[in-house]
């Protein structure tokens, strides 16, 4: 895989494009990770950092491969990488998820995916008749990888104003920490091992 290749998800809705423009952004910014999501929290492009960093191709578990809410629910291996902080992450993605979708609460996609969250996760189950909500905003971010061990990043959400439900998400290695050490050894394909 080329260090700069871009990655482009095709979803069901072709209201969610993202531009050649906002691609090369997230080109661009390599080897600090990028991506895009939409407004049914699916990963619609991302740069290689991301893809290193989020394990974008391990972590797919069908049938909402790339659901950022299925994949934090979903995926045992979740809490491997948000370990110890996982029910802390969790329970902000979901509040958030709650916030930004609420104009989409009868629309067949939403109900879908809820319904299917309830069955496999107990958490999830459990947390969201509590119907807590919460709006973006910049935190720190800490990752357990698999490869290189923890990673610190401050984590910063964008608006694309010509399409406010895309929303681009940088992860920005925290200073003073060996992180961006780190990310560059996983760009360069210095830690090669399988999961």
């Known amino acids: ?13 072709c209201d969610e494009q993202v531009s050649p423009a906002l691609r090369r952004v997230l080109d661009a910014l390599n080897p600090i990770p990028a991506y895009v999501i939409g407004r049914r929290w699916n990963y619609l492009a991302w740069n290689t950092a991301a893809e290193q960093v989020l394990l ?3 972590l797919a578990v069908p049938p909402y491969e790339y659901n950022a809410v299925w994949r934090i629910f979903a ?6 990488v948000y370990n110890p902080q996982w029910e802390q992450v969790a329970q902000k ?4 998820f709650r916030a930004d979708s609420a104009r989409y609460a ?4 939403f109900k879908r995916l809820v319904a299917d969250l309830q069955r496999v996760s107990p958490e999830f189950r459990a947390w969201w008749p509590r119907h807590d909500v919460r709006g973006r905003s910049d935190a720190l971010k ?9 990673l610190m990043f401050e984590h910063t959400t ?6 406010p439900e895309l929303k681009v998400m940088i992860y920005t290695p925290l200073p003073e920490t060996d992180t961006l050490e780190k990310l560059q050894q996983l760009m360069d394909h210095e830690v090669v091992a399988s999961f």
């Open 1 to 13: 895989m080329l260090a700069d290749q871009q990655h482009l998800v095709e979803t069901d809705t």
């Open 142 to 150: 800490d990752i357990e990888h698999p490869l290189v061990g923890r």
């Open 106 to 109: 009868d629309e067949e996609w």
């Open 56 to 58: 974008l191709s391990e």
């Open 158 to 163: 964008l608006q694309v104003p010509a399409m």
């Open 75 to 80: 995926n045992p291996m979740s809490y491997r």
């Open 93 to 96: 993605v979901l509040a958030e």
